[in-house]
């Protein structure tokens, strides 16, 4: 059996654009991830309340920054404020260093450029499925 880098990792993608859904998905589940589509903000917090009722927990969030109905800052803070502690890596097009900072302090805990390379955005995510499965084992 292969090894791949994301099996058995619930990933949520917020993100408006049908193209980039199907394009960063595509990389994800050829890596062995369950990934969850939303088209904007407010359906994401939905899935991800839905996800941990159901106890079938995301292990990623993949956050667009500019959305329709509920942008990525503000989705990111509610969650935060919801008590959600799911690793949030911000998916954005702007790639300044002021723009990596103002997805940090609303709350994301990573950022990947919308020029996707394949290697970085499953590598980014294999990490962070790795350092939050190791913080839900220690708790």
């Known amino acids: 059996m292969t ?5 058995n990792i619930r990933i949520l993608l917020i993100e408006d654009s049908v ?8 990389h994800l589940t050829k890596e062995g ?8 903000g407010q359906v994401g917090c939905e899935l991800q309340h839905d996800s941990t009722e159901n106890g079938k927990p995301i292990d990623i969030i993949l956050m667009d920054i500019e959305m329709p109905v509920l942008d990525g800052y ?13 690793p949030i890596i911000a998916i ?6 002021y723009d990596r900072r103002l ?3 609303a709350g994301c805990d990573d ?5 996707v390379v394949p290697s970085m955005l499953v590598g980014t995510c294999a ?8 913080e839900r084992d220690a708790a």
């Open 103 to 105: 997805c940090i302090s």
């Open 19 to 26: 193209d980039n859904q199907r394009l960063i998905a595509h």
């Open 33 to 40: 991830a369950e990934v969850l589509i939303a088209e904007n």
């Open 74 to 86: 503000d989705t990111t803070k509610l969650l935060r404020l919801q008590g959600v502690t799911t």
């Open 3 to 7: 090894h791949k880098a994301l099996q």
């Open 127 to 134: 990490q962070w499925a790795a350092s939050n499965a190791a």
């Open 92 to 97: 954005t097009a702007h790639e300044q260093i």
């Open 111 to 115: 950022y990947l450029s919308k020029l």
